[in-house]
Structure formats: C-alpha cells, structure tokens
C-alpha cells in the first residue's frame, strides 16, 4: 500500500521497521487500517459524483 501510494523503498523499510519494532502492533495495524478504510470511501463517493457528472454532460 505505501508503494502504491507513492512512498520509496527506503521510506516504506523504515516504517515497516518502525511498526516491528512496536511489539504489539494491534493498535497501529487498527489505525492504518481505518485510514485505509476512510480512503476508500473518498475514493468511492468521488468514482460516484464522477459517474454523475459524465450523465450530466452526456445528457445536456
């Protein structure tokens, strides 16, 4: 995920590197996957407004 957002190999080592050296990732692995979550949403209602506003061009 971090690779596909961009991120580079050293910055993505680093992080994972960080979460390990944690211990107990539950409450970073739950953080991320909230975001993740968020994200997906944004990414959902704007293929959503997208679609409309193609039938709004389309049909004027």
């Known amino acids: ?5 961009g991120y580079r190999i050293p910055d ?10 944690l211990g107990d ?3 970073s692995l739950a953080a991320l996957d909230a ?3 968020a ?3 944004r ?3 704007l293929l959503r407004v997208g679609e409309l506003l193609a039938e ?5």
């Open 1 to 5: 995920m971090l690779r596909a957002g």
């Open 12 to 21: 993505v080592r680093a992080a994972i590197t960080a979460l390990r050296e």
């Open 25 to 27: 990732v539950s409450r």
């Open 35 to 37: 975001r993740l979550d």
């Open 39 to 41: 994200i997906a949403q």
């Open 43 to 45: 990414t959902l209602a």
């Open 56 to 60: 709004i061009i389309e049909s004027s």
